[in-house]
């Protein structure tokens, strides 16, 4: 593993019975990168968040994070990765039952001996990373909106302070401006926080607005790697499709 890089797939094949999803699939990315990937529906771009995290293991292939061979590791190392990374699914998943600062907090009371109150207090100051003022700390899951159940998703997801994240739709059912929003915090975090961030995603206006490189899945390989404008150009019948719902122009000017 290059040691500039911290993430690293090489060779990874995943079936389900005869369905093949990822056929020899390899990518490296670097510290302080953002990378957003794209793929048809069925690609495999969510399961392949999976076997970064050590949650689906593929039948071939390697996978390290971190120095960290995922799938050939005893499971306490594989817990102390989990406590470097921060995931953001793409419904949130947010515990019901837990009120906001609750959901924040978990990680934090969970994973380390930080006492009560002061787990607390850290999980608040989360919550203002992610753009959620201290009124929502005491609010359910179910009183929130899209945009704000996903900043606390986020906010959870930053709780032990993360090297990298990952993030599986996380504009997905967004209205515009709250997406935008979303959007300029994951910028933030990247560039000012300096966290790797991996995000997969199907919103073009993400895409045109944050990403500074973008990986497309097709045929069970990454087809193209590289800036929007270096994908877009690349002849491959997937990704002419993908782009033809916008004008070409319009995104590479974004």
């Keep these: 593993m ?58 071939a292939g390697t996978v390290k994070v971190l120095g960290t061979e995922v799938w050939n590791c005893e499971p306490e190392e594989l817990t102390a990765l989990r406590r470097r990374i921060g995931v953001l699914f793409q419904d949130g998943a947010l515990f019901s039952t837990l009120d906001v600062l609750g959901n924040v907090a978990a990680p934090i009371l969970e994973h380390t001996d930080t006492p009560r109150e002061l787990a607390r207090a850290l999980a608040l100051l989360r919550l203002s990373l992610a753009g959620l003022g201290p009124e929502v700390a005491t609010k359910m899951p179910s009183e929130l909106s899209g945009g704000m159940r996903k900043r606390a998703a986020m906010a959870r997801a930053l709780s032990l302070e993360p090297e990298i994240l990952f993030l599986d739709e996380p504009t997905a059912g967004l209205d515009p401006v709250a997406a935008r929003a979303f959007d300029r915090l994951v910028r933030f975090l990247c560039d000012d926080l300096g966290i790797t961030v991996m995000l997969v995603t199907h919103d073009l206006d993400t895409l045109s607005t944050i990403s500074g490189r973008v990986l497309a899945l097709a045929g069970g390989k990454v087809v193209a790697d590289g800036t929007l404008g270096e994908v877009m150009s690349v002849d491959d019948p997937w990704i002419r499709s993908y782009f033809a719902a916008r004008g070409e122009s319009a995104l590479a000017g974004a």
């Design 2 to 59: 290059s040691a500039d890089w911290i993430i690293e797939a090489e060779g990874i094949v995943t079936r389900f019975g005869s369905n093949t999803i990822h056929d020899g699939l390899s990518l490296q990315i670097s510290r302080g990168e953002l990378v957003a990937l794209i793929g048809g529906s069925g690609s495999g771009k969510s399961l392949l968040l999976r076997e970064l995290i050590g949650l689906h293991r593929p039948n």
